[in-house]
């Protein structure tokens, strides 16, 4: 009996660092999946493309890099050279245009190109997600509840918009409870 404890530890340890190898594992294909993909199309000459498309591609590939400015540039000419594209690709790109301004904390921007993915497909549930925190952090928390619960009419089980949804309507009853006039007792007086 006492010789079984150890081996149960060592086997749990041994399952948990198999666990943990393959979450890492993972994250490194992926990291490395972006870097080549990034170099290829650098080398393709992506950026100085006429194809909307492949800028498309390499900015996505820099939003997730993190390369903001660099997606921005990118996805800038890519709207400049969608034309004949379907309305879901301008609203693609309006969007990760939106997003890049966003992570740049330029929320005004981002929202404009927001309303443009909105404007290109009306039933874009990311576009409006990604609107209604911009309006959050613009401090336009009512505009920001009704873009959630708009996207909740859309897809009703979408978990950002619900829980995104129910933070800002504690916000606002707690604003609205504060902002109250407190009544005094005046009994005495």
């Known amino acids: 009996m006492g010789g079984l404890l150890p081996q149960t530890y060592l086997l749990g340890l041994i399952g948990l660092l198999a666990i943990v190898a393959v979450v890492v594992g993972r994250q490194l294909l992926r990291v490395r ?3 080549l993909n990034l170099i290829e199309l650098e080398q393709a000459g992506a950026a100085a493309s006429k194809d909307a498309g492949q800028l498309y591609e390499l900015a ?8 903001y400015p660099q997606a921005t540039a990118n996805l800038r000419q890519a709207l400049k050279r969608l034309s004949g594209e379907p309305d879901e690709a301008k609203a693609l790109v309006e969007n990760a245009l ?9 929320f005004n921007g981002a929202v404009k190109h927001y309303k443009a993915a ?27 509840a009704e873009l ?4 909740l009419g859309l897809e009703p089980d979408n978990s950002t918009a619900k829980k995104r949804l129910k933070r800002i309507e504690r916000q606002l009853s707690a604003g609205s409870k504060s902002m109250s006039p407190k009544t005094t007792d005046r009994k005495g007086f």
């Open 60 to 67: 996505s590939v820099q939003l997730r890099k993190r390369l």
């Open 148 to 151: 959630y619960r708009k996207v």
């Open 118 to 144: 909105i404007n290109a497909k009306g039933d874009y549930p990311v576009a409006l997600n990604n609107l209604a925190f911009a309006q959050e952090r613009l401090l336009q928390p009512e505009e920001a």
């Open 33 to 35: 999946r972006d870097e």
């Open 98 to 106: 939106g997003f890049a301004l966003a992570a740049q904390k330029d």
